[in-house]
């Protein structure tokens, strides 16, 4: 030739059609969309658990002048039954009623000679069934306290007798202790990933069915090779599926720490999140470039569903026994067996990670096996995807596809 | 210097036990236009694409100025397949760039190029519209944009005149004459015999998987035999046959048509045909394109396998 002409190496071929894809797909309005619910609908969560907490979070009780002792034992007693409560000072039994009659107060704690605990309790309408019950063991413990001190005993010394003698538990190998934000954390990550494989991974394969029912593939062809063609696309696809995470977890973490729903440190919530994307990477690739393989043998995007199947249904089974089993049980065996396998991991692992406990190990070798397995996949796409994506009209059969030269 | 060429040398290529193209050979000049004719099934699609690299042979070669084609020397191919395709939600202008750069070119080079060929083949005003919503023959016209904006140096086009209303066609055949003017050489199959007759220098027509013939339209076409055009209105079917001198009797419209043997004394023809009445017009004229492709194709046996 001329010479004078620039040369197109590998990579230049890869970046023009991963770019290609960038932004043609940033522009439809359906990522847009599809993004835009998908943070919206996590802030929302972060706000429905702020608003449900908010109010169980803590009891609003008043007291008045003669009941304002019981303050420092019922708070004490709140603490051990894991409640909190907040103590007001009615200036009257009138002014207590008034203030329990627009809300302010959940319940009032008023003097009565006629109890032996030596008080009752007025409410609005009912009260709580925790708050009750830590009436009921207060008022237990002021009767209990009575009748140690007529046997003429220390209620004090009885008190921290009681408060010592505790079963020790000795556990032979030291449990996790996961802690329920983590595994709310979890939950989301699992559900992100699952979305974003689907979302992403169908449209790698609708976009190789795209290019092969416009045809448009032999031009493509007849100046890139095919693994440019297929490295691009899932190169860029991925770009795009990144920064829909990226923008969802980012939403994700500021709503959750500025609603103080989470309240797991910054560390571990920004831990998660880089987890979410090593794992959605991985994740992505690996399925990725079997979906563009699937992809090429047919030539209907009506077709797409059912060819890339057989696939889906592994990231699906993942998905479900994540959901399903690790909220109740999050050290269970099976999840634990399941997240190292290479086709499971990027589901599972993301998941498991967030709730935490995984031994280090554990993490590395899922991690490593993803990466070794990456390779023999691109290796065999490559081939299904050359020996398919021209053929167009019937169904390429998989094992035709793998054997023609 | 040497003739830069286009050497398809001996492409054989099958699939499972069809053989698509059996020992295919031609080559093409610089400047030249070569039309590939043959019926569908014949092997044209195959060797185009095996010359672009979209298939591998099995065995033969294709070189280019002596060297064998290499995925570098392909990006310099403007290539017309014979299934039309462009992404349909993809803007003209951005598809065109998209293709060039694709080609190697810079995004300035892209530009310019996008839009003098959008301007040359009158399509300029659709160059932010969805490739979708063009009509038929301006998808055409982009489509031959998009075999046209890497300023190639060789052009393969497959059917390139195939849905193209006469504008465009006229439009077309423009084209390719000035890039062969420019030293481009040219390869492009079509039915349209008659087209390929006026415009290319040479042709080669394939049947099952390899030349039957090949060479210059003038030579080809001398080689064919004399016939004789003659309008006899009143003259009974078949009045010529038997006629010392003629090989074969056709109609076309009004006339028949004589395929005479050389040195046939065509004036005892013409006191046969004025026996049967007024003799309106009697005309020698060569073989056409399409009467040689007819014998070509149809001689020697019935067809070998076939593939697309």
Redesign the interface.
């Not at chain 2, 750069?101 to 810079?106: K, N």
């Given at each position: 030739m001329t010479g004078t002409e620039p040369i197109l190496g590998n990579w230049p071929a890869v970046r023009l059609v991963a770019g290609r894809e960038l932004s043609t797909r940033l522009r439809t309005r359906s990522y847009r969309i599809t993004t835009a619910i998908l943070a919206i609908l996590i802030i929302a969560l972060c706000v429905i658990m702020k608003l449900v907490s908010g109010s169980s979070s803590g009891y609003e009780v008043g007291f008045t002048g003669a009941t304002q002792p019981l303050a420092s034992p019922l708070h004490q007693v709140a603490a051990a039954l894991g409640q909190t409560v907040t103590d007001h000072t009615a200036t009257s039994q009138a002014d207590g009623e008034a203030q329990l009659r627009s809300g302010k107060l959940d319940a009032l704690i008023i003097p009565d000679a006629k109890s032996t605990s030596g008080f009752s309790v007025e409410v609005k309408k009912d009260i709580d069934a925790n708050l009750r019950t830590a009436l009921n063991v207060l008022a237990g413990q002021i009767a209990l306290d009575e009748q140690i001190v007529k046997l003429h005993g220390n209620p004090a010394t009885v008190r921290a007798a009681e408060a010592e003698a505790t079963a020790t538990v000795h556990p032979l190998q030291a449990p996790y202790p996961y802690q329920t934000q983590q595994l709310v954390l979890g939950i989301v990550a699992g559900v992100l990933i699952y979305l974003s494989l689907m979302i992403n991974g169908q449209m790698v394969a609708q976009g190789v069915v795209e290019e092969k029912t416009s045809r448009v593939v032999e031009l493509l062809l007849s100046t890139v090779r095919p693994w440019q063609l297929m490295a691009g696309k899932v190169l860029g696809i991925g770009t795009v599926g990144l920064i829909q995470m990226l923008v969802i977890g980012v939403c994700g973490i500021v709503a959750g720490l500025a609603t103080g729903v989470l309240t797991v440190s910054v560390t571990a919530a920004v831990g998660t999140v880089i987890w979410l994307i090593v794992w959605y990477l991985l994740g992505f690739f690996m399925y990725a470039i079997v979906f563009a393989a699937l992809g090429a043998l047919v030539s209907r995007q009506e077709e797409v569903g059912s060819v890339v199947s057989p696939a889906m249904i592994l990231v699906i089974a993942g998905y479900v026994v994540g959901i399903s089993v690790l909220p109740s049980d999050p050290s269970s065996s099976l999840a634990e067996v399941m997240s190292v396998i290479p086709v499971f991991a990027p589901t599972l692992m993301p998941m498991r990670l967030a709730m935490g406990g995984v031994p280090a190990w554990e993490a590395i070798v899922s991690v490593g096996l993803v990466i070794i397995l990456i390779p023999a996949l691109v290796w065999l796409a490559a081939r299904i995807y050359r020996n398919a994506v021209l053929r167009s009209g019937a169904r390429v059969k998989l094992s035709q596809a793998l054997r023609a030269a | 210097m040497a003739q830069r060429q286009l050497e398809i040398d001996k492409i054989s290529k099958r699939y499972g036990d069809l053989v698509a193209l059996r020992e295919m050979s031609f080559a093409v000049r610089a400047g030249e236009l070569f039309g590939f004719v043959g019926s569908n099934g014949a092997g044209k699609t195959t060797t185009m694409?095996i010359a672009?690299?979209?298939?591998?042979a099995d065995s033969g070669e294709v070189r280019?100025?002596g060297k064998p084609i290499t995925?570098?020397?392909?990006?310099?191919?403007g290539?017309m397949?014979e299934?039309?395709?462009?992404?349909?939600?993809?803007k003209v202008a951005d598809q065109l760039i998209?293709?060039a750069?694709?080609?190697?070119?810079?995004t300035r080079e892209a530009n310019r190029s996008v839009d003098t060929w959008l301007e040359r083949l009158g399509v300029a005003a659709r160059r932010d519209d969805e490739v979708q919503k063009l009509s038929l023959g301006n998808q055409q016209r982009v489509q031959l944009a998009?075999a046209l904006v890497h300023n190639p140096?060789i052009l393969v086009l497959d059917e390139p005149f195939s849905g193209l209303d006469p504008v465009a066609v006229d439009v077309m055949s423009d084209v390719l004459r000035e890039k062969c003017a420019e030293g481009v050489p040219a390869v492009f199959s079509s039915h349209q015999l008659d087209l390929v007759e006026r415009l290319c220098d040479r042709v080669g027509i394939v049947r099952a998987g390899s030349m039957v013939a090949l060479g210059g339209i003038e030579e080809l076409c001398a080689a064919g035999g004399d016939h004789l055009l003659v309008d006899a209105p009143d003259a009974p079917a078949g009045w010529a046959q038997g006629l010392p001198g003629v090989i074969a009797t056709g109609a076309e419209g009004r006339h028949t048509v004589l395929e005479l043997q050389p040195g046939t004394d065509d004036q005892a023809i013409l006191k046969a045909a004025l026996d049967t009445g007024p003799v309106r017009e009697f005309t020698h004229r060569r073989a056409t394109l399409t009467e040689l492709f007819r014998h070509a194709v149809s001689s020697d046996g019935p067809e070998g396998s076939q593939a697309a």
């Open positions: - | 694409r672009l690299g979209v298939l591998s280019w100025d995925a570098q020397t392909r990006r310099h191919i290539y397949p299934e039309r395709g462009l992404y349909p939600k993809m998209y293709l750069r694709l080609h190697g070119l810079s998009a140096q």
